[in-house]
């Protein structure tokens, strides 16, 4: 009877034991499903995880090695900040001291140097764990360096199609399938008046445009989306500012590609068509001036004949009679020569021939003249010599230097007789 309350208390034990010992199992089952799945978590994951305990590199998995570059033995124990950019690291530790302390739950940015010396971005979250009994940091970060060259190339874009749209010294405007003007520039701001921000998405490019050509331009408009080839790329209008004025404008208008918006681009040509019509006000002037002058040029051509024909007069009436008186007189040689040669200038002055000797032949010295008169009037170099009190050879001299300035040097032609020609050919 004894045996029996002990026997029963035994089972009893046993029945807890086994109990206790089925819950161990499912307990480690639940482990072991837990860490296999934390393992596939970490060895499959398309993100970088990592754990930092006391400020070094305790584990990771396949993908922070991947973009870092290193083994996991070259990062395990390791201080972890050392693959951080220099720059970055205090904004770092700053970033992930916030998230610890729940003041910042969006991921952050930084750099990171990798084992090949490449700056890469990553993009990064914390959270604190116990890892080993002791706390720890559980880091996941993703490299997003192609996301960020990305980025950087269309600012870049952006900033030169800012840059452009600004500094192109044109008006210019992006324009929507509406009329609409989605954007204008500060050049738009200039010639206009308005300030961009009561047209931008708000007006349409018919409300600046003058009346009279708004029928034209809205017809360019139209057929620039069914027929563009009938459209002129470049044409003129007149838009009206802020202040009423009327100003011309020289407009090139092209499709944004895919689209159906279209980019403008006019210029201000009104201080140009004033100049190009005061041109025109000039260049009819000129004409008219042009006219006057020749009336004054063919009234001075007139009147120089008038005066040579008069002087002409004078000499054959007043001056070449008492010569002929003069001759009549006892006379010596010399005063008969040059009586001789006061009537023959006289009458080269009655011809062209001292003309062309000053004007086609303004070589020669007034000496050269006074010779080249004497040879022909027939007058040797003895005579000439005589009467210019020089010596032959220096008469020789001025005809050789004659001949040469004439160029007759190479040819047999006689000197007096060519000099005789100047006057009868013309």
Sequence with gaps: MNRSPKLQNQKARIRLLEAELDKRDRLIGVLREGHNIQSAILEKSLVGYYIVSDGKFRLMNPIVMSYTGYLADELINKKANFLIHSEDKEKVKKYRHAMLGGKQTTPYEYRIISKQKETL?????????????????????????????????????????????????TMASIIGGDKTLLKVNSEFERVTGYPKEEWEGKKK???LVLKKDRPRLVKYHRLRRTNPDSVPRSYEYHLINKQGEIRN??????????????????????????????????????????????????????????????????????????????????????????????????????????????????????????????????????????????????????????????????????????????????
């Design 249 to 426: 404008v020289l407009s090139t208008v092209s499709l944004i590609p895919g689209s159906k918006k279209y980019i403008s681009s006019a210029i201000d040509i009104t201080e140009l068509k004033k100049a190009e019509e005061q041109l025109i006000r000039q260049s009819e002037n000129l004409k008219e001036l042009n006219a006057a002058l020749k009336v004054l040029l063919k009234q001075r051509e007139n009147d120089k004949k008038e005066l040579e024909a008069s002087i002409s007069s004078n000499i054959k009436e007043l001056v070449l009679p008492y010569i002929e008186k003069i001759r009549q007189t006892d006379l010596d040689k010399n005063h008969q020569t040059y009586l001789d040669l006061l009537e023959s200038n006289l009458k080269n002055i009655l011809s062209p021939f001292s003309h062309t000797i000053s004007a086609q032949y303004m070589s020669l010295t007034s000496r050269e003249i006074e010779v080249a008169n004497f040879i022909k009037a027939g007058r040797n170099s003895k005579e000439i010599a005589a009467l210019l009190n020089i010596s032959s050879r220096c008469v020789d001299i001025h005809r050789y230097h004659i001949r040469k300035k004439l160029g007759l040097n190479n040819k047999h032609a006689n000197l007096r007789a060519f000099l005789s020609s100047l006057s009868s050919n013309l």
């Design 121 to 169: 971005w990553v993009m990064e979250v914390v959270a604190s764990i116990v890892f080993e009994g002791k706390q720890a940091i559980l880091a996941n970060a993703m490299d997003i360096t192609n996301r960020k060259v990305t980025e950087q190339t269309l600012i870049e874009s952006e900033n030169l199609y800012r840059t452009i749209f600004e500094a192109t010294g």
């Design 205 to 207: 490019w018919t409300e």
